[in-house]
């Protein structure tokens, strides 16, 4: 495939910068031309250009493309038609799905919003909006296709208003002892669930045969397995011991499940190289710290510019319950961290020029330091595309990239990787442990970088170690 020549390169290079494509789009866009000038290049078309777009699209969807891509690469083609000398006009309808006629009419661009501009008469309004908890927690609403998809419902107003106020002290005491808001959710979700069990019965009146009774009905009648007991169990535990002050109870007589002896899976380097080739930026940039630096996905999607210190060659976490711990940057992917770094820089004046209210902070941050959600020090490394809108103060702030996103994304590599085992993106920190472990790191050393408090957490992938030459047990049938 011949490199896209640079004259058209340049001219293009400007058509993308005058429609205020985003930074992380652009090599999106370079990558749809590529294979535009590819196409028309091996096989012989129609001279009208409506025509050899509309071949093209309907080469991509042969290949599985996706009706977005499909989107994205019919706006890439039409900005370069429109810096060809002697273009004509693209056709009415390209597509017969109305997304892609959305987009090749230019009333949808795909994988990115409309400019905003300083004096703009109303706020831009992103599919994120801006769930408020009780006592100050800010978090974007977690949004599902099709539909908007609001997680953090369980903190909403019920027509209890007792029970609102327990939630309501239960976010409280969260928020003070610095837990995580993936434990709040939980937490939270958990006691709306027991609050539906009881019939919103008085929070006053709760005692442990209550608790007893919800968590046999947990195990017996819902058979929930051995994690979600558990973490019913410590749901209700924080709820009696530090919002109601209640007595517990021990509850040793309830029907608990039994504990699975878990042995995480593990990819050999060719099937990571596979999965990472099915994906794009940035998700393929989270990926592949998550497998050079052990990384959590809300580990790698949290990461702010401060955390990189590329003279050093380190890289600082902020893991769960606020632990700090360092790992190194892996040397091979250094080249394409540089680069999003730059693209995060010219994010940053625009987001500026635009007049936005920078990025989110933790706690407060920002009252402590008014500059810091505006300091480049402060912005996500990995940030969200579009814009989030507050509706308690009327301001549009930029989120890190959703690690329910980057979920979904890589699912979908792993289905088209055609993989025989099971994988999620919490996979590849399995692989950085294990794969640690077989280069000759001891736990020890593998503990302190995964950020494990307990060394029993660690020694479970000693468990995926294939055995040593010599020492495997044979199959009688391979005797």
């Known amino acids: 495939m011949k490199p896209i020549p640079s004259d058209v390169l340049g001219r293009f290079n400007n058509s993308l910068m005058q429609r205020n494509v985003p930074l992380f789009s652009r090599s999106d866009y370079r990558k749809w031309l590529l294979y535009f000038l590819d196409f028309r290049a091996k096989y012989p078309l ?14 991509l969807r042969s290949k599985n493309q996706t009706v977005a891509q499909a989107g994205q690469a019919m706006d890439a083609v039409s900005l370069f038609i429109t810096t060809e000398p002697g273009s004509d006009v693209l056709p009415r309808s390209v597509e ?26 109303s706020p831009v309004k992103s599919p994120e909006m801006v769930c408020e908890p009780p006592g100050g927690l800010r978090y974007p609403a977690k949004v599902r296709r099709g539909s908007q998809y609001d997680e953090w419902r369980c903190l ?9 106020a327990v939630i309501e002290k239960l976010a409280e005491e969260i928020k003070l002892r610095h837990y995580s808001r993936v434990t709040l959710r939980h937490y939270a979700n958990w006691g709306r669930k ?55 109870g021990t509850h040793k007589d309830i029907p608990r499940a039994k504990t699975s002896n878990y042995i995480p899976s593990v990819l050999c380097r060719q099937e990571i190289d596979s999965i990472l080739a099915h994906l794009r930026h940035p998700f393929k940039l989270v990926a592949q710290l998550q497998y050079g630096c052990g990384l959590r996905i809300s580990e790698g999607c949290m990461l702010r510019v401060k955390d990189f210190n590329f003279d ?45 209210s920078g990025v989110f902070l933790n706690d407060q941050l920002e009252k402590k330091y008014p500059r810091a959600a505006k300091d480049l020090v402060w912005q996500w490394f990995l940030p969200q595309e579009s814009l989030t809108f507050v509706a308690q103060t009327k301001e ?16 979908e590599a792993v289905r088209k990787a055609k993989l025989t085992k099971r994988v999620t993106s919490h996979t590849f920190r399995h692989c950085y442990a294990t794969h640690m472990l077989q280069a000759g790191y001891d736990l020890r050393t593998i503990q302190t970088l995964l950020g494990h408090a307990d060394i029993r957490t660690t020694m479970i992938y000693l468990h995926c170690l294939p055995p040593k030459p010599g020492k495997e047990v044979k199959s009688p049938l391979d005797f």
């Open 96 to 121: 017969q799905t109305s997304t892609v006629e959305a987009i090749a009419h230019g009333t949808k661009q795909p994988g990115y919003s409309r400019p905003v501009t300083r004096n703009s008469a």
């Open 396 to 411: 549009s702030r930029r989120y890190h990239i959703h690690d329910s996103r980057v979920q979904e994304v890589f699912g």
């Open 46 to 59: 129609p001279g009208s250009q409506a025509d050899q777009v509309r071949l093209f699209v309907d080469k």
């Open 312 to 356: 050093t060659g380190m890289l600082l976490i902020r893991g769960k319950g606020q632990k700090i711990r360092t790992v190194p940057l892996p040397k091979t992917i250094l080249p394409e961290l540089h680069a999003q770094m730059e693209r995060v820089k010219k994010l940053h004046d625009e987001d500026l020029g635009a007049g936005f």
């Open 156 to 164: 909403k107003k019920t027509e209890a208003p007792a029970w609102d």
């Open 194 to 248: 027991f609050q539906n069990y009881l019939k919103d019965k008085d929070p006053g009146e709760l005692s442990s045969q209550d608790v007893k009774a919800y968590l046999t009905h947990l195990a017996v009648d819902e058979k929930v397995s051995s994690s979600h007991q558990n973490l019913a169990f410590n749901a209700l535990l924080f709820l009696f011991r530090h919002v109601l002050k209640k007595d517990f």
